[in-house]
């Protein structure tokens, strides 16, 4: 039986952590999913921060639509504070969240969330350095591998790649690790 396509969002500008962009991608792609890349600006080349490999994304913020995804993808890096104060990008995960879409975010990625306003009364985990933000953003804090809360997944560093790539293919019911 062919599985349906489900198209993931991920959301980068210059400076994400290459491997939390790329493994998830990889993962998310191999099995005919459809990645779809969303930056600030549509067909913007986008560096990683060890420059190991870039992208070019398809969309902006601004004409993306939460609703016509399954997942939302957030690397780590220094991505998620230049995409945090973009308003269209804030709107973006707002209604991926109101909508229960499942949103995963690595490292830095829960900044975005925090800037959101979607922490409160959530469990997560995030880059230990950014601990006290999920706090003073009404989020509990939990330093673990990986962390789900209803639809949100969150991870700490590129080590956890494996367990934050499964609890997404877990929750989409896709086959791709």
């Keep these: 039986m062919k599985q349906m396509v489900k198209k993931v969002a991920f959301l980068i500008a210059d400076g994400y952590e290459d491997s939390e962009m790329m493994n998830p ?5 191999q099995n005919g999913n459809d990645g779809v890349i969303i930056s600030l600006e549509k067909g913007a080349k986008l560096e990683g921060k060890k420059g190991t490999i870039s992208y070019t994304s398809h969309l902006s913020a601004e004409e993306a639509d939460a609703s016509d995804y399954e997942a939302v993808i957030i690397p780590g890096g220094k991505s998620p504070s230049k995409l945090l104060v973009n308003k269209h990008m804030i709107e973006f995960v707002k209604k991926a969240d109101q909508l229960g879409i499942t949103i995963a975010a690595i490292c830095h ?13 959530r469990t997560l985990t995030s880059y ?19 962390v789900v809360d209803n639809n949100m997944i969150t991870s700490r560093t590129p080590e956890d790649e494996p367990a934050f790539i499964q609890e997404i293919i877990n929750k989409l019911g896709v086959s791709a690790y």
């Design 109 to 121: 990625g829960p900044q975005l969330l925090a800037e959101a306003g979607l922490l409160k009364g």
């Design 128 to 146: 230990p350095g950014i601990a006290e933000e999920i706090k003073e953003a009404g989020g509990n804090f939990v330093d673990k591998e990986v």
């Design 25 to 29: 991608y990889e993962a998310m792609s």
